[in-house]
């Protein structure tokens, strides 16, 4: 027998909490043909100071499997849905908003999709169905979206959407959540790094009746706050690799017009080209720091989680090996180079070569002696890590295997 539990958490909606209440309930016939054999219904009032509460629980009274429970004060959207988390006895959970955006009509489609294997369905309003989002929002939404498209290399078209059905048993691996409006993005995030099977379903959406509570810049940048540290905490060089690679892109773009300006007989540069350089050496020996940085961090995730090291910054790795294992050997090959180019540059230097002809060899072989030194360094870090990650893991196993 399977159960549907529905969350609706509701802040002063006197207005439509009625009327979304009895369109969940009507959809019990048609959640049958998929299936899903009872219905329960939580509205949770986060405190409310109007008669929400009091309206849910006339409609509680003609109607079984329905309860209504109340927070003393308002503890937030995020805290709200967890309470009914919480109280849900569903097998199945699902969630909507009380304000008549979402349509209930839409959660026997859900449902299908979590009976036929996936473990988080999501009614999406970006996916081409009939949608009023304002304009402001869809285009924060889309790029939420596609923030969490490039660094969790999955596709997903609205991850704040306030209606989904998921498994009650993924609760542990999506938890903790926040108390906020940011609860979805980050279930959305959580699911996606935990390689939780998801899908979205086109959905319509309507415009809400009355005031929105959803400031677009405030819970925005508290959306990307939330899905940035979310993913640092998961993968960090998802996020530092692709800024670590950025800045050694940048660098090697301008020493490659350093190089040709060299070859083509120029020996000083203008006040733009002396920026250039320094913009080159910064860029070089910090993308190479934050590169490092990111996967010695997936190193100390993979000890706190003690599961094996995520690798790669875009979900697969690039090379066979892990680029990190690269570092020993690349760095010390750069330092050699650095040490060669900085004796040669000594000894023309030395016969009587001027200086305007020597700078740029010598800020180079600075520069790769620098990063070379840099990769060992962390080259050395890695492997110390990598070791302790393996030691605590094979601990585990052979512990849970005596």
């Excluded at 009274?61 to 429970?69: L, M, S």
């Excluded at 048993?169 to 980050?186: A, E, F, K, Q, S």
């Excluded at 508290?222 to 540290?229: E, G, N």
Aim: proline share 4%; with cysteine; glycine share 10%.
């Amino acid at each position: 027998m399977t159960t549907l539990s529905v969350v609706i958490p509701a802040y002063n909606e006197e207005k439509c909490i009625m009327p979304i209440m009895n369109r969940l309930l009507a959809m019990r016939e048609e959640l049958g043909k998929v299936y899903v054999d009872d219905i329960e219904l939580l509205v949770i009032d986060d405190g409310s100071r109007d008669n929400t509460a009091i309206i849910a629980r006339e409609v509680a009274a003609c109607n079984e499997n329905v309860w209504i429970i109340s927070h003393p004060s308002n503890r937030g959207y995020g805290a709200a849905l967890k309470t009914g988390f919480s109280k849900a006895r569903g097998d199945l959970v699902g969630f909507l908003d009380a304000d008549g955006t979402y349509p209930p009509e839409y959660f026997p489609k859900l449902c299908e999709a979590s009976l036929n294997g996936y473990d988080l369905v999501i009614g999406s309003r970006m996916a081409g169905a009939d949608t009023e989002m304002p304009f402001v929002r869809k285009v924060g939404n889309k790029f939420f979206a596609f923030m969490i498209n490039l660094l969790g290399q999955t596709r997903i078209t609205d991850s704040a959407s306030g209606m989904r059905v998921f498994r009650r048993g993924i609760l542990p691996r999506l938890y903790p959540l926040p108390d906020g409006l940011n609860l979805t993005p980050i279930m959305s995030t959580r699911a996606i790094c935990e390689g939780i099977r998801m899908l979205e379903i086109p959905i319509p959406y309507a415009e809400r009746i009355g005031a929105s509570k959803l400031s677009a810049v405030k819970d925005g940048s508290i959306y990307l706050q939330s899905i940035t540290w979310t993913i640092l905490g998961y993968n960090p060089v998802r996020i530092l690799g692709l800024i670590g690679l950025a800045g050694i892109t940048l660098a090697g773009v301008i020493c490659l017009g350093l190089i040709i300006a060299r070859l083509m007989g120029i020996t000083s540069l203008p006040a733009w080209g002396v920026f250039a350089m320094y913009t080159a050496m910064v860029s070089a020996v910090a993308g190479i720091s934050i590169f490092a940085l990111g996967t010695t961090f997936n190193y100390l995730v993979s000890l706190f989680y003690k599961h094996p090291v995520r690798q790669g910054i875009f979900g697969k790795p690039l090379l066979d090996t892990p680029l990190e294992r690269h570092f020993g050997w690349a760095g010390l090959s750069l330092l050699v180079l650095g040490f060669l180019i900085g004796t040669i540059s000594f000894i023309l230097g030395m016969q009587g070569w001027e200086i305007s002809r020597l700078w740029l060899y010598l800020l180079g072989s600075a520069l790769l002696t620098l990063v070379g030194v840099q990769l060992i360094i962390y080259w050395i870090l890695v492997q110390i890590l990598d070791e302790l990650s393996r030691r605590d893991m094979a601990t585990q196993h052979e512990l849970t295997s005596i």
